[in-house]
């Protein structure tokens, strides 16, 4: 039987905006007169949605609203959504950084956070001594630390600097040594945010390693927050999605992030029907296109090396009487071609397609690296005589690519602006 370790009910967070503090004078002594009286705070029902790109119209904007859900011990849970969306706040609250405007939060054991680099060290003490200070701080005995103070040392790499001060750590050297603090001390949920994004790819990958030994083989909890699609994926047992403050979706990891990737999207089609610089005869017209994901959601970016579809829709002007042939290439943001389907060379008729007015294009395995890149689409008619543009659009539209773990390996590929060829290295 499953036994919840964290359970968070109704969690509220409101803040001021403009200043710091919890508002004038007149407020808090307004606050204090409906407290003494037994009344709820009057300010809890105003405030605005936590939209960070609007305009500000209110005094006070709720940064969560209305949070629920549990975990259970050795999850390892998700927390995903945009900048601004609540993430951090809602870890802070977790660790108890800060305090919740209205809920409650129940847990069983200690808690670790890594929320921001070198949190809790004193830059004036040594890696080691600070080691100590942040066992002492999650409630461990000096014993316990000098059990494992060998093992927190060589897992973070900074052996040659362990007796110099923190201050002239890297912000690399200080989320090494901080990580491995927070996971050698045995909290029975360690808490992280976005911070191993500041590591390099080889500590990263130990990291990830290191959080799924700890909550498969040794039973803890783990919520993790991060912005690699990729990393949730590969590391976590279920995810939750924050927008504006509020929960939109729990559940499955994989549904998670498709339901941010698809939150994220352009609602409307990729309207290309206006586009003035394009070229050919007009009897057709690529009018939009959608980016599609594996259950046929519009999203506004693909994983690499995960399902594809690009569906673009013509609009027929006048009988096409050629045969036709159609071509898509992929180019760079130095317009450098890193993929070109032609149909033609598929043996595909094209006529058969266009007549229904759209073309499908599925990728069963996108293989580009992290990045953005462009499309450029053409529709032409060939005779015995000639080939002759029909419609033909540079860079009608980007495809925006996630890191993906192409290789299962635990590790990320990397963001440079190439093709993914599949190889097995003997």
């Known amino acids: 039987m499953k036994e919840t370790i964290l359970k968070i009910e109704n969690i509220s ?25 037994g ?23 709720w940064a969560l609203q209305d949070i629920n859900f549990e975990v259970q011990k050795g999850e390892v849970l998700g927390i995903i959504g945009k900048n601004g969306a609540g993430k951090s706040t809602l870890l802070k609250i977790l660790s108890r950084v800060t305090s919740p405007t209205t809920g409650s939060i129940k847990t069983k054991g200690r808690i670790a956070s890594l929320l921001e680099v070198g949190t809790g060290f004193h830059p004036e003490l040594t890696g080691k001594e600070n080691i100590y200070l942040n066992g002492a701080i999650l409630g461990m005995t000096k014993a ?10 060589e897992f973070s790499g900074c052996e040659m600097y362990i007796d110099t001060p923190v201050k002239r750590y890297s912000s690399g050297m200080r989320v090494r040594l901080a990580f491995a603090v927070a996971a050698h001390l045995e909290p029975d949920i360690l808490v992280v945010d976005e911070v191993l994004a500041v590591g390099d790819a080889e500590f990263q990958k130990k990291a990830i390693g290191k959080m799924q030994d700890i909550s498969r083989g040794e039973g803890r909890t ?49 309207l290309l029907k206006n586009r003035k610089d394009r070229s050919g005869n007009g009897k057709a017209l690529l009018s939009n296109v959608e980016i599609l994901n594996s259950k046929n959601e519009v999203v506004e970016s693909v994983i ?50 266009i ?36 419609d033909r659009i540079e860079m009608a539209f980007d495809i925006n690519v996630l890191q993906g773990d192409f290789y299962d390996s635990g590790k990320l590929n990397r963001t440079y602006p190439l093709a993914i060829i599949p190889a097995k290295i003997n």
Request: glycine share 6%.
């Open 13 to 37: 967070k409101q803040y001021r905006l403009g200043l710091v503090g919890t508002g004038t004078l007149s407020h808090d002594l307004n606050r204090f007169w409906h407290r003494v009286r």
């Open 39 to 61: 009344k709820e705070d009057p300010y809890l029902k105003v405030g605005a949605v936590n939209k960070r790109s609007a305009k500000a119209k209110e005094d006070y904007v």
């Open 144 to 153: 316990e630390i000098s059990a494992k103070i060998d093992e927190i040392i």
């Open 222 to 270: 783990v919520l993790f927050v991060s912005h690699s699609m990729a990393a949730v994926k590969s590391l976590c047992t279920r995810a939750i999605v924050l927008e504006h403050g509020s929960n939109v979706f729990e559940g499955d990891t994989d549904e998670a992030v498709d339901f941010y990737l698809q939150s994220n999207k352009v609602k409307e089609l990729i």
């Open 304 to 353: 690499s090396g995960e399902f594809l579809r690009i569906k673009l829709h013509f609009s027929i002007n006048d009988k096409i009487e050629d045969n036709l042939i159609f071509a898509i290439s992929i180019k760079d943001n130095n317009d450098i071609i890193k993929s070109m389907i032609v149909s033609d060379e598929m043996n595909i008729d094209i006529n058969s397609l």
């Open 355 to 390: 007549s229904r007015g759209y073309i499908i294009v599925d990728f069963n395995s996108f293989l580009m690296r992290g990045g953005v890149y462009n499309a450029t689409v053409l529709l032409s008619g060939y005779s015995t005589a000639s080939l002759n543009h029909i």
